[in-house]
Each structure stands twice: as C-alpha cells, then as structure tokens.
C-alpha cells in the first residue's frame, strides 16, 4: 500500500556500464534521483531477485556475502537478480522508492514475477516494495526491524514468506520477526537460529542453503505452475 506522500516515479534514462564479474553497473536516473544498481541479466529470463541491505548502505550484506554468492548461484536456475544500493539507507521511504524502481526497471526488460530479500532495514523495504506489487512471489526478511514491517498483512494471497532470525542479535531481537509472522499469511515460515548475531555470521551456510532452497521451491514451482 503506498504513501500519497511518496513521489511518484518516473524512470527517465537507464545507464549500463561495461559488465564486471557476473553483473552489470547499472544506473537508474529518476524524477527523485540517481540510483545505482546491480544487474545479474539472465537471458530470456521472466523472473528476478532483488536483493537489499539494511542502514549501513553500501552494497551491504549479511552471512559472509550471501547477496552475490547467491545472485551467482541462482543465475544458473534461470533467475535474474538486482541488488539496489539505497541513496539514503536510513530513509525508509527513500529505500522503499529504490526498490520500486528497481522493479520498474525489471519489468521493462521481461521480468513478471519478484522475490525480495531484505536484511534489518530492508526486511521492511522488501515487505513493502512487494505489498504494493501484484508481481512479488516471495519475500524473505533477515533480522528484520518491525518498524515498517505493519504492510505485511497486505501481501497477495500467492505471495509467500520467510522470516530468518538469530536469537542473539544485538542489534533488533528476534522478537521483531516473531512480531511480523504472527500477522503474516500463509505460506509462512519462521526460523530462529540460535547464538546468532545480527549480521547472521555464524550461521552463513546455513543461511545460504535456507534462503536459495526457500527461493528455488517458491519461485521456480510457481513458474511451473503457470506453464501447465
């Protein structure tokens, strides 16, 4: 559901740079701003990731590099992935528009189905990119914050989530994704590893094997379903 208070968004060029690694820098340039992204192209591909970090901005990630381990990985199972630096990464909102736009852009290039992926901050982020977004399938919260999380009641009916925790954070406790399952509709799931810290370091494999199985079953499944 989003904010009349929100601009309105208008993508008005696109930038790709000369790809590095397994991505392309890629720049959004909107009616509220340059955002810069990170573009994991798979051809012909019809459905995507995008993957966000908390307030430390940056191309920030938890559990030892998860995001580009697993925008690698993922790439060989026919799916695209976005990682979106925020502009301002305490700013929910301005996070939230990052996001969107990054969406805007996937659509532009054949992109008809999302999963969202957020740690701390970007656990509200991705919650509310994809409750105002018929196209989100998934959405996954690492040691999500609870502020801003309140629009997960408003996910489609298809649209599922997982909810990863350590119960030795530091920072937000583990209360704040107990908080948001508990409003959350099936498909849901949540899963408390215990000992871990914020960053979700400790469990990083763990971690891995979860969110990559969890995306595999409720996107891939989800494709098969509609080319029956």
């Not at 532009?108 to 701390?120: C, D, N, R, Y």
């Not at 970007?122 to 609870?146: D, E, K, N, P, Y």
């Not at 309140?150 to 209360?175: K, N, Y």
Request: overall charge negative; aromatic content about 8%.
């Amino acid at each position: 559901m989003r904010n009349d208070s929100e601009p309105s968004l208008v993508i008005g060029n696109v930038r790709v740079e000369p790809r590095q690694d397994s991505y392309y820098p890629t720049r959004l340039i909107t009616n509220d701003g340059t955002i810069d992204v990170r573009y994991y192209q798979v051809m012909d591909a019809q459905q995507a990731i995008i993957w966000v970090g908390g307030v430390g901005g940056d191309w920030d990630t938890p559990a030892n590099g998860l995001y580009p381990r697993l925008c690698q990985e993922l790439m060989h199972e026919g799916l695209a992935s976005l990682r979106v630096r925020y502009r301002h990464p305490t700013v929910l909102q301005d996070a939230i528009f990052d996001v969107r736009a990054g969406m805007a852009y996937l659509q532009s290039v054949g992109i008809e189905a999302f999963a969202l992926v957020g740690h701390s901050l970007g656990g509200a982020v991705a919650i509310q990119a994809a409750a105002a977004s018929s196209m989100a399938r998934t959405v996954v919260t690492l040691a999500t914050q609870s502020y801003g999380t309140e629009f997960v009641s408003d996910l489609s009916s298809d649209c599922s989530i997982l909810l990863v925790h350590g119960t030795a954070d530091e920072s937000l406790p583990a209360l704040c994704s107990q908080f948001v399952y508990q409003y959350a509709h099936e498909p849901k799931r949540l899963v408390l590893f215990e000992g871990a810290r914020h960053g979700l370091t400790e469990v990083a494999e763990e971690v891995s094997q979860l969110v990559s199985d969890w995306i595999r079953e409720h996107m891939l499944s989800h494709s098969l379903l509609h080319e029956r």
